[in-house]
């Protein structure tokens, strides 16, 4: 027995199914919105377009004691070190990181870590190449 809506006849389920279809299946990467008049309208000539990243700040939410640009740095190196290589030490970094193709200055700094250490965590990298972590992480 194929399970319906217990308030409406399968006629009107069906007509309101069909009413969301576009709401729900519609063309666009924008959200498919396939009516006219659900279409946002364009900014006027003179207003700002409307964005996601306000001005100033690159990300929301970053942690105490870090500025998003630290942030977003610590992730870029995080990009060109994968788990194989951690823990590790400096040519165990090197290596990796030069095997998932890093820009220069990243192998570089890399290589300035001092020789003998194991990091645990790219966080451990971060603190050991001079930077700041997060002071409180939850």
Not at 24 to 36: F, L, M, N, T
Request: hydrophobic share 30%.
């Amino acid at each position: 027995m194929e399970r319906g809506s217990s308030k409406h006849s399968p006629r009107v389920d069906d007509q309101m199914s069909s009413e969301v279809s576009g709401l729900v299946q519609g063309p666009g990467a924008g959200g498919s919105r396939v009516d006219e008049f659900r279409q946002p309208e364009p900014a006027g000539e003179d207003q700002p377009e409307a964005t996601t990243a306000p001005a100033g700040d690159l990300r929301t939410g970053s942690p105490q004691g870090m500025s998003s640009e630290d942030v977003e740095a610590r992730s870029r190196l995080g990009r060109f070190i994968t788990m194989t290589a951690l823990p590790g030490d400096r040519d165990a970094l090197v290596s990796n990181a030069r095997e998932n193709e890093a820009p220069a200055d990243i192998v570089a700094a890399l290589e300035g870590l001092p020789d003998g250490t194991r990091y645990q965590t790219v966080s451990e990298v971060w603190a050991a190449l001079g930077h700041r972590n997060e002071t409180t992480r939850w």
